[in-house]
């Protein structure tokens, strides 16, 4: 099957079991119509029609080694620059529809998943066969264009022990049985985003195993559908309260479209076929699952190019607003305004850096330079906090002076079309923006953009230190101490 369309997306959908639990409500199907889920099930099909529109689907599609059709451009091994250029371009094309609020947009994975299959004697070393596992679900999943999600971390019950220590052992997911047909899990992982919308779960290493044997019940990589008997996805509340409340995309624009859920995963038993493995009980290749194969590069490239969306769209705001209430002449806003425009500038320098200085892997795969990604995706996390923050400076009370759309055609709008009037904008508009700003910095949604910016690779502090221990600062240091040493 070349790449998907939106309603290739749905129809699977509607086939899919998927256990939910959400707001006290089990759902084993019709995902699509749950008012918690439909709105962002209606942007994810409109990224997959996006591989069809004429105007993209060169950039978003390429032909596919084994059948010639169209598959997506995030499977595409790059070994030329205009291969990696390309992959960039569509990136930046899927994050733009949702200015890179929709984080689990499938390129993501799919990237991560491509270093992998072409790293396949990587995988050879712990067994032959998890190479051609790799290899044949990587082709699996670009010719059925599979929407793909992860799950990482344990619980969170006791972080002053490891994860295989909490609760005894049996509270982070781990092999429970073992036969000739593959392997059965039970217990948990911390959280999958877009879990109960997503046709496959990536069950990958968690990030620190201690290479002991204690720790090898729990060292493992393997794929499987999110309807797999005994898989269950415990969810938060939504975020998007536009159809309980009976109101409309113009209340809530971000959070009534790129509501990603987040959800506890479960496994009770859960059977993983044997082809379905791609890496069993050595904690030490585990903790290199991510670097050795270089899947962290690509898939940080990805990030990058989101993120980048993500700022443009802050800036593209926050310039409207000022405007709007005319306070775009005031230096300390232009300041503000300044450090977005930085932040975009230092972004994609990194991106042409790490594009520029992109060399073959020893896979065979063109790959970007990583110190200027790892850098990004180290500082993006921090630096991208400031944005919210800034809207919420300059937007003041106008992000709570905010009659809802109904408002405009109510008792109240007189007094509106007086009152919130903006300098360059007539009520109705300068409302409509300024909801924008409030689901952009202020809303639940907004809080959860920052917490998953922020936790997007991981825990900041933990990625600073393994960043300075594994950065050559030899040079520098022998530099000062020469000079230290001058007798003139
Ligand atoms: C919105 C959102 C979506 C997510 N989606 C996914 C997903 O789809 N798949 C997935 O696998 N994960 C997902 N995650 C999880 C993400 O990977 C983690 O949040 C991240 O790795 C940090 O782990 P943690 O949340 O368990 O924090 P913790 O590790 O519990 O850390 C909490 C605090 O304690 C401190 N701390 C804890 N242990 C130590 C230590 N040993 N040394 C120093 N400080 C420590 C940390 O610095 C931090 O401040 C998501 C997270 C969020 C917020």
């Known amino acids: 099957?070349?790449?998907?369309?939106?309603?290739?997306?749905?129809?699977?959908?509607?086939?899919?079991?998927?256990?939910?639990?959400?707001?006290?409500?089990?759902?084993?199907?019709?995902?699509?119509?749950?008012?918690?889920?439909?709105?962002?099930?209606?942007?994810?099909?409109?990224?997959?029609?996006?591989?069809?529109?004429?105007?993209?689907?060169?950039?978003?599609?390429?032909?596919?080694?084994?059948?010639?059709?169209?598959?997506?451009?995030?499977?595409?091994?790059?070994?030329?620059?205009?291969?990696?250029?390309?992959?960039?371009?569509?990136?930046?094309?899927?994050?733009?529809?949702?200015?890179?609020?929709?984080?689990?947009?499938?390129?993501?994975?799919?990237?991560?998943l491509m270093a992998l299959s072409?790293?396949?004697?990587?995988?050879?070393?712990?067994?032959?066969?998890?190479?051609?596992?790799?290899?044949?679900?990587?082709?699996?999943?670009?010719?059925?264009?599979?929407?793909?999600?992860?799950?990482?971390?344990?619980?969170?019950?006791?972080?002053?022990?490891?994860?295989?220590?909490?609760?005894?052992?049996?509270?982070?997911?781990?092999?429970?049985?073992?036969?000739?047909?593959?392997?059965?899990?039970s217990g948990a992982r911390m959280l999958a985003t877009i879990g109960p919308i997503a046709d496959e779960l990536l069950v990958f290493p968690s990030t620190v195993l201690r290479a002991v044997a204690d720790d090898a019940p729990y060292a493992f990589a393997f794929a499987i559908p999110c309807d797999t008997p005994g898989l269950r996805f415990i969810?938060?509340?939504?975020?998007?309260?536009?159809?309980?409340?009976?109101?409309?995309?113009?209340?809530?624009?971000?959070?009534?479209?790129?509501?990603?859920?987040?959800?506890?995963?479960?496994?009770?038993?859960?059977?993983?076929?044997?082809?379905?493995?791609?890496?069993?009980?050595?904690?030490?290749?585990?903790?290199?699952?991510?670097?050795?194969?270089?899947?962290?590069?690509?898939?940080?490239?990805?990030?990058?190019?989101?993120?980048?969306?993500?700022?443009?769209?802050?800036?593209?705001?926050?310039?409207?607003?000022t405007e709007a209430i005319g306070i775009d002449q005031f230096g300390h806003v232009l300041e503000d305004i300044a450090e977005i425009v930085i932040a975009l500038e230092t972004a994609r320098a990194m991106m042409r850096a790490a594009e520029a200085d992109a060399a073959v892997n020893e896979f065979g795969v063109l790959t970007p330079a990583w110190a200027p990604l790892n850098a990004c995706r180290n500082w993006y996390p921090k630096t991208s906090q400031r944005f919210p923050a800034i809207v919420r400076k300059l937007g003041a009370s106008g992000l709570m002076a905010l009659p809802t759309e109904a408002d405009l055609a109510g008792d109240a709008a007189a007094d509106i079309d007086l009152y919130l009037q903006a300098k360059n904008l007539n009520a109705t508009s300068r409302i409509r923006l300024f909801r924008l700003a409030w689901d952009a910095a202020l809303s639940d949604f907004a809080g959860r953009q920052a917490l998953y910016e922020y936790y997007f690779f991981g825990d900041p502090v933990r990625m600073a230190e393994a960043l300075v221990r594994g950065y050559d600062r030899g040079v520098y240091k022998e530099r000062v101490r020469q000079f230290l040493n001058r007798e003139d």
């Not at 990136?91 to 994975?109: E, P």
């Open 118 to 185: 072409q790293a396949r004697d990587w995988f050879a070393q712990a067994d032959p066969a998890f190479a051609g596992n790799i290899a044949a679900y990587y082709e699996l999943v670009r010719e059925q264009d599979l929407l793909l999600t992860h799950t990482l971390i344990p619980p969170q019950v006791n972080r002053s022990v490891s994860g295989s220590q909490q609760g005894g052992g049996a509270l982070m997911a781990r092999i429970v049985g073992h036969d000739d047909s593959g392997i059965t899990v």
């Open 235 to 321: 969810c938060r509340q939504s975020l998007d309260h536009t159809p309980e409340a009976g109101r409309t995309h113009r209340d809530a624009p971000l959070s009534s479209r790129f509501e990603e859920m987040d959800a506890v995963v479960v496994f009770d038993d859960v059977h993983v076929p044997s082809e379905r493995i791609f890496m069993l009980g050595h904690p030490e290749l585990c903790n290199g699952f991510y670097s050795a194969t270089d899947a962290v590069v690509h898939m940080t490239h990805q990030v990058v190019c989101r993120t980048t969306a993500k700022t443009e769209f802050f800036l593209g705001l926050v310039s409207l607003l």
């Open 1 to 112: 099957m070349p790449a998907r369309t939106g309603a290739e997306f749905l129809d699977r959908l509607s086939r899919t079991r998927t256990h939910v639990e959400i707001q006290g409500e089990t759902l084993t199907g019709a995902i699509a119509g749950h008012p918690a889920f439909a709105n962002v099930v209606r942007s994810y099909a409109a990224l997959f029609d996006l591989q069809h529109a004429p105007e993209y689907r060169n950039i978003l599609t390429y032909p596919s080694p084994t059948t010639g059709d169209p598959v997506a451009t995030s499977f595409l091994v790059p070994r030329t620059a205009e291969d990696l250029a390309k992959r960039s371009r569509a990136y930046k094309v899927w994050a733009d529809a949702s200015f890179g609020l929709l984080g689990r947009t499938g390129d993501y994975l799919n990237s991560a």
